[in-house]
């Protein structure tokens, strides 16, 4: 749960830090400004962290990123901070780093919207089929007993009411199945 978290914010955290970054404001009042909140869980991180800093327990900016590398889950977040911890111990260009993750962030979300979009090309007709055609043969299959005559001329069928109740189990099945292919479509959902 918390990596879903991570992914669905990052590339905002990542631009409005390069936004801030780039108009002068600093690293320290960056993450403050993360901090505040907006991002989820990314804002909880960079608040507690901030807090610890103002208490004097942290022991640095530096050890405080470091200790939240391992804490973190999905790799985009994970190198959004060693990004911070290098930039904070060997001075880097830390806009034009921001500006490039961001890039590759935004790549990486397209590509998988995209695959999400192709797993669910067939979904719509899918459901389409089980809704409507499904329906219709078990009403025929309904009526059948009802249009053929019961006197045992050729084949025989079960009562009316036995019949009923197949149907009324036949869309029961039906409303669950596309249930089920519509939870599965969710699931397959990349939360961005």
Same mark, same amino acid.
């Given at each position: 749960?918390?990596?879903? +978290?991570? &992914?669905?914010?990052? /590339?905002?955290?990542?631009?409005?830090?390069? !936004?801030?970054?780039?108009?002068?404001?600093? /690293?320290?009042?960056?993450?403050?400004?993360?901090?505040?909140?907006?991002?989820?869980?990314?804002? +909880?991180?960079?608040?507690?962290?901030?807090?610890?800093?103002r208490k004097g327990t942290g022991g640095g900016i530096d050890k405080e990123l470091k200790?939240?590398?391992?804490?973190?889950?999905?790799?985009?977040?994970?190198?959004?901070?060693?990004?911070?911890?290098?930039? !904070?111990?060997?001075?880097?260009?830390?806009?034009?780093?921001?500006?490039?993750?961001?890039?590759?962030?935004? +790549?990486?979300?397209?590509?998988? !919207?995209?695959?999400?979009?192709?797993?669910?090309?067939? @979904?719509?007709?899918?459901?389409?089929?089980?809704?409507?055609?499904?329906?219709?043969? /078990?009403?025929?299959?309904?009526?059948?007993?009802? /249009?053929?005559?019961?006197?045992?001329?050729?084949?025989?069928?079960?009562?009316?009411? @036995?019949?009923?109740? @197949?149907?009324?189990?036949?869309?029961?099945?039906?409303?669950?199945?596309?249930?089920?292919?519509?939870?599965?479509?969710?699931? &397959?959902?990349?939360?961005?």
């Open positions: 749960m918390r990596e879903l +978290e991570e &992914k669905r914010e990052l /590339l905002y955290v990542i631009r409005t830090m390069d !936004v801030l970054m780039s108009s002068g404001v600093g /690293l320290e009042a960056a993450l403050h400004t993360i901090g505040r909140g907006g991002y989820g869980i990314i804002s +909880e991180d960079f608040s507690s962290m901030m807090k610890r800093l200790s939240m590398m391992k804490t973190a889950q999905s790799s985009g977040y994970k190198r959004l901070l060693n990004t911070l911890y290098t930039n !904070v111990t060997q001075n880097t260009d830390l806009v034009e780093t921001l500006k490039k993750q961001g890039a590759r962030m935004e +790549e990486d979300r397209s590509a998988e !919207v995209e695959k999400y979009i192709e797993t669910l090309g067939g @979904v719509p007709e899918t459901l389409l089929s089980i809704g409507m055609i499904g329906p219709i043969i /078990l009403a025929i299959v309904g009526l059948i007993p009802q /249009l053929m005559p019961s006197d045992g001329s050729l084949i025989s069928f079960p009562d009316a009411a @036995v019949m009923s109740s @197949v149907v009324n189990m036949g869309l029961l099945v039906t409303l669950v199945c596309m249930a089920l292919i519509g939870l599965k479509a969710h699931t &397959k959902d990349p939360g961005l």
